[in-house]
């Protein structure tokens, strides 16, 4: 063994070295000592001297030899001949030790040549090598059973027949016994085999009655009818080649002469014919249709009529119904030109307003004094959505009238006071410039002036008090059919169908100021209204809404709803779906997302659909009809673009009679219940609740 071989441990018997092992050198920078030896003692930092006492070293220092720095110690340490031999070999690439031998003399420790032990020479044969398989016996005692039994013969046991199958088929193939010519898995058969796939021939239809040895005296022919069959062709005759005769019995039917001739034509046209496979599918028409969910998972939705509302006098047609933001109010136009307001709680009769009369006033210094006398209907009214605006705006004749309702608090009743102030105090028509197309087309009268109101009440409803009864009023050219608020309580627009350019108007209501958005329409515009979020405005025509963009001024789209007449139209909460009814009966779900043509083309009434709607607050929508019907769908709206709304009639309320072919007028829903108002021609105002 060489010293080099050595452990570390044995080149140190002193044991002054340093013991630290493979700790980092860098943690001692800052002591004076690099470690401990194998006693505990410090190992003190040598001082190496600068690059001029290394240069003096290594001039004394004889030639051949190497020193080198032992960093772990803090020494020189002088280099062995033995370790200059390692070092060289090693960078050289030989092998380190010039003692090893890379290459060593083959010893041959196995010879290849069996050799013959003696070991177990001498042990005994096993019972088993002399004696008669047990197995063995089993096996042949199970074939002479089943030979005896005849399930095999002896060409099985001599191996001439692989499997007695084989045998019996053999044998059924060469026997003359019968046996059945359908057994019933032809078709299977068929359909297993290879080639070409069977196709089976179509069915004859069955012989009728001509075809029987006697059939009735209708179906024989007379001799003018042979006469008119004989000029035709075998393709023309009602019976081709046949010819229908009587036999006393069916003994006495002879031999049918074309019966070849058709054989041999129908097989003709098998063959000529062509012919497809058809796949008929074996599908559950239940399968098919939708499952919908049961109507008693998706409430709440108005069913009961729990409040009736009557004013005591004769009832007139009620055209249009609108509640307050908070529920608590209710109006109804009616045909005889009165606005009523109802508590809805009680149903009671708060305040009644006569617009017709207003109106009549107004105008009758006018030239057309004569022709206004008498009272036209309010056509349409809405409540302000603002909570804090009570205020209500009606159409009436060619006229749109801001009521006040005096119904809100102490804070409420200084901000309609604020909103109202500017139009009741209005001159000279309107803050509308004089060379723009709206001062040719409404005008805008403070009815603050006419002494005949007194006999109006102006008693506020609510103890704070504050403005009520007629504000203002706006003249157009022509009769106003339609009035809707924007969602923030300052803008409205009013509809006057026969206005042409002139028939959409928008108005201000804090600056009494009024614009034409338009300087042509295209058809006659019968709705309009604001879209809840964005700038949209939706113009309704006869077949088609038109949504416009009120900042750019231009046409977004145009909704196709396949309508002959547009008579009701309803914006949902999230602006992204449109709900269309129609005089032909139709109620329409337009899907903005989606397309420009209907998404959902319903038609569960019978007659004309007057009112539809969506609830503010609740997945519902409803549509009220001439046939005095009002339906109820619950409308549910998924955030998720990836689903459908889905769509449910749930419930049909009844409750008014038809009137001069006039049913249910108007609907609407309660702001925060699940509750809805209707109105009709027989002057009943409903609330139908969850109940």
Avoid at 600 to 618: N, Q
Wanted: aromatic fraction near 8%; glycine fraction near 6%; include cysteine.
């Amino acid at each position: 063994m060489h010293t080099d071989d050595l452990s570390s441990d044995d080149e140190d018997p002193t044991g002054t070295n340093n013991r630290i092992g493979r700790i980092p050198l860098h943690w001692y920078d800052d002591y004076e000592h690099i470690g401990y030896d194998a006693h505990g003692q410090k190992v003190i930092k040598s001082s190496q001297g600068d690059n001029l006492d290394r240069a003096l070293e290594e001039a004394d220092r004889e030639q051949g030899k190497f020193v080198v720095y032992d960093a772990l110690n803090a020494k020189n340490v002088e280099l062995t001949e033995r370790q200059i031999t390692l070092l060289r070999r090693m960078q050289s690439g030989a092998f380190a030790h010039p003692e090893h031998d890379a290459n060593p003399d083959y010893i041959d420790y196995y010879s290849g040549i069996p050799e013959i032990s003696g070991l177990n020479s001498n042990r005994y044969e096993k019972k088993s090598r002399f004696q008669p398989s047990a197995y063995e016996k089993l096996q042949v005692r199970r074939l002479l059973h089943r030979l005896k039994c005849g399930s095999i013969n002896m060409d099985f046991l001599e191996g001439k027949v692989r499997d007695m199958n084989d045998l019996v088929k053999r044998k059924e193939e060469d026997s003359d016994k019968p046996f059945l010519l359908w057994k019933g898995d032809e078709e299977d058969e068929l359909a297993l085999r290879k080639g070409p796939q069977h196709i089976a021939p179509p069915k004859q239809p069955p012989p009728g009655h001509a075809y029987s040895y006697n059939p009735p005296e209708e179906y024989l022919p007379s001799q003018e009818e042979l006469e008119e069959w004989a000029k035709l062709d075998p393709e023309d005759r009602p019976y081709g080649n046949f010819i229908p005769q009587k036999y006393d019995n069916l003994r006495s039917v002879g031999a049918y002469q074309d019966a070849v001739k058709e054989r041999f034509e129908r097989c003709l046209d098998l063959y000529l014919c062509p012919r497809v496979m058809k796949r008929r599918l074996n599908i559950d028409p239940e399968s098919l249709v939708p499952r919908l969910p049961r109507a008693s998972d998706l409430r709440p939705f108005p069913t009961t009529k729990c409040i009736e509302y009557r004013d005591g006098e004769e009832s007139s047609v009620v055209r249009c119904l609108s509640v307050s933001p908070d529920g608590q109010f209710l109006v109804s136009g009616g045909e005889d030109g009165v606005l009523r307001l109802w508590e809805v709680q009680t149903g009671r009769l708060v305040r009644k307003w006569d617009l017709a009369e207003v109106a009549v006033l107004q105008t009758q210094e006018s030239e057309e004094a004569d022709t206004v006398k008498l009272k036209k209907p309010i056509t349409s009214i809405e409540w302000n959505p603002n909570r804090s605006h009570h205020c209500v705006l009606a159409g009436i004749g060619k006229c749109a009238l801001i009521i006040a309702t005096g119904t809100g608090s102490i804070d409420d009743a200084e901000v309609t006071d604020a909103l109202l102030s500017e139009a009741s105090s209005i001159k000279s028509g309107g803050n509308i410039a004089p060379e723009s197309r709206a001062a040719k087309a409404v005008k805008w009268v403070s009815l603050k002036k006419l002494n005949k109101l007194a006999s109006t009440s102006s008693i506020a409803i609510s103890a704070y008090g504050g403005t009520i009864g007629p504000v203002v009023i706006l003249q157009t050219n022509r009769d106003v059919s339609s009035v809707r608020w924007h969602r923030k309580g300052d803008y409205f627009v009013t509809v006057s169908p026969k206005a042409g350019a002139a028939a959409v108007l928008i108005h201000q209501l804090s600056k009494a100021a009024s614009q034409q958005p338009f300087g042509k329409t295209k058809g006659e515009v019968q709705l309009a209204c604001f879209h809840p979020v964005k700038p949209f405005l939706f113009v309704a025509s006869k077949e088609h809404v038109r949504v416009y963009h009120l900042v750019k001024q231009v046409m977004v789209k145009r909704l196709m709803s396949g309508c002959r007449h547009i008579s009701s139209l309803d914006v949902h909460v999230s602006g992204d779906h449109v709900v269309v009814g129609s005089l032909d009966r139709r109620l329409v779900w337009f899907d903005l997302d989606l397309a420009s043509t209907p998404y959902k083309t319903l038609k569960y009434h019978e007659r004309a659909l007057r009112s539809v709607g969506f609830h503010p607050r609740y997945p519902l929508m409803a549509s009220a009809s001439d046939d005095g019907s009002i339906h109820v769908f619950h409308s549910m709206v998924y955030s998720d673009l990836m689903r459908n709304p889905l769509i449910v009639p749930v419930k049909v309320l009844r409750g008014h009679s038809v009137v001069n072919s006039l049913g249910a007028l108007a609907m609407v829903f309660h702001p925060t219940q699940p509750w809805l108002f209707s109105a009709g021609a027989d002057g009943k105002i409903h609330l139908f609740q969850d109940l």
